[in-house]
């Protein structure tokens, strides 16, 4: 079964940088594309950034020229660099397929933007 393990978040002042790593497990991941979402406190789970396995991208119109998706298919890890954070920001980060296909959600890593 497919393990997603997320890593890299933190505690960030605003205006600052973090790269957030997503780990997958099998042999399913370079073959399909792959996104980052978010889950702001007391809202909804919402699509960040997506990849394909050809590496293009599409971003969330909050994140547009702020974050970097990026893709290693031979270590089976995506990354997402986030710069000019934003206490908007704030919130548990995951990864997953896009669209989802029943691959069970990883434990996520909090981002906090905060002075």
């Known amino acids: 079964q497919v393990q997603l393990v997320e890593s890299g978040g933190g505690l960030v002042q605003p205006g600052g940088s973090l790269t957030l790593s997503c780990s997958a497990s099998g042999s399913m991941f370079r073959f399909v594309t792959m996104a980052w979402y978010r889950r702001p406190p007391g809202k909804e789970r919402e699509l960040v950034a997506s990849?394909?396995?050809?590496?293009?991208?599409n971003y969330g119109d909050s994140v547009k020229g702020r974050f970097t998706v990026s893709r290693d298919n031979a270590k089976n890890t995506m990354y997402l660099q986030m710069g000019t954070l934003k206490p908007d920001d704030t919130a548990v980060y995951y990864c997953?397929?896009?669209?989802?296909?029943?691959?069970?959600w990883g434990q996520g890593t909090q981002v906090t933007v905060s002075s």
């Open positions: 990849i394909t396995p050809g590496r293009t991208t």
């Open positions: 997953n397929t896009a669209p989802l296909r029943n691959v069970p």
